[in-house]
C-alpha cells in the first residue's frame, strides 16, 4: 500500500509552546488528508479534514485556534498545537488519499506536554 | 447511533483461525463494510473490504452473511503480531470517493496468545 510518513513519532514539550507534527504522502499525491487524535484506550476521534490548498475543516468541538492545520502541498499537511497544555498530549494520526482510493495511515506521533 | 456492533474484547491461541464478528443490522445496499486495525502504537492499518461476496487477499477472508447484517473477519493462522484493535466500519461508495474520513469505533481488541 502507499507510505504515509509522520513526524516526530513522538515529542516532548513544555506547557505554553507550541509544537508541530508533519505527515507525508511519499509515493502519492495526496488531495485530501485527515487528522486524528487517540487518548489512552480510546478510539480514534476526526479531528480535522484538509483539502490541499483550501481551508481544514474541524470537527466539533476542535478549536481551529489551538490546532492549526497546513495543507500547502500535495505532499505534506502539518498539525501545530499551539500553547499546548498537559490535556493535548496524546496521540496523533494522519491520513492521507488521492482521488478516488482509500486513505492511508502514518504511523502516529506521540505527544506528551509538561 | 452506531453503524456497527463488535465485542470489546476476544482472544485466540497463536496458530489458530481468529474469527471476530461484527454487526451492522442497519446497513443499506450501498453500503461496504471495511475491516482495519490498528497494532499498538501505531496508524491504523487497511485489511479488507466487501459489498456482499466473501473476499480474501493476503491477510484475511471477509465473510459477509447472506441478509448483509454482519460478517466476520478472519485470519486463518493467528500470529503474536496479530494482537491489536480490529474495528469494522460501513461506510458507502460514494463516501469513499468523495473522500470523507474514516469514523471509527471502538473496535475489538483482540488478544493472541502463544
Known amino acids: 500500500g502507499a507510505v504515509v510518513s509522520q513526524h516526530p513519532s513522538r515529542v516532548i514539550c513544555k506547557s505554553g509552546t507550541s509544537v508541530k507534527i508533519e505527515c507525508r504522502s511519499l509515493?502519492?499525491?495526496?488531495?485530501?488528508m485527515f487528522w486524528y487524535r487517540q487518548f489512552p484506550k480510546q478510539s480514534l476521534m476526526l479531528m480535522a479534514t484538509s483539502n490541499e490548498g483550501s481551508k481544514a475543516t474541524y470537527e466539533q468541538g476542535v478549536e481551529k485556534d489551538k490546532f492549526l492545520i497546513n495543507h500547502a502541498s500535495l505532499t505534506l499537511s502539518t498539525l501545530t498545537v499551539t500553547s499546548a497544555h498537559p490535556e493535548d498530549s496524546s496521540f496523533y494520526i494522519c491520513s492521507a488519499r488521492a482521488s478516488h482510493t482509500e486513505a492511508f495511515f502514518g504511523q502516529g506521533t506521540r505527544l506528551t506536554v509538561v | 447511533d452506531a453503524k456497527t456492533t463488535q465485542p470489546p474484547s476476544m482472544d485466540c491461541a497463536e496458530g489458530r483461525a481468529a474469527n471476530l464478528p461484527c454487526n451492522h443490522s442497519?446497513?443499506?445496499?450501498?453500503?461496504?463494510v471495511y475491516w482495519y486495525r490498528q497494532i499498538h502504537s501505531q496508524g491504523p492499518q487497511y485489511i479488507i473490504h466487501?459489498?456482499?461476496n466473501n473476499e480474501t487477499n493476503e491477510m484475511a477472508s471477509l465473510i459477509i452473511t447472506e441478509d448483509r447484517k454482519s460478517s466476520t473477519l478472519i485470519l486463518p493462522h493467528a500470529t503474536l503480531r496479530d494482537t491489536a484493535v480490529y474495528y469494522c466500519?460501513?461506510?458507502?461508495?460514494?463516501?469513499?470517493?468523495?473522500?470523507?474520513?474514516?469514523?471509527f469505533g471502538k473496535g475489538t481488541t483482540l488478544s493472541v496468545s502463544s
Open positions: 509515493d502519492f499525491q495526496a488531495t485530501t
Open positions: 442497519t446497513i443499506s445496499g450501498n453500503e461496504y
Open positions: 466487501g459489498l456482499k
Open positions: 466500519i460501513v461506510r458507502t461508495r460514494l463516501e469513499s470517493q468523495a473522500g470523507t474520513a474514516l469514523i
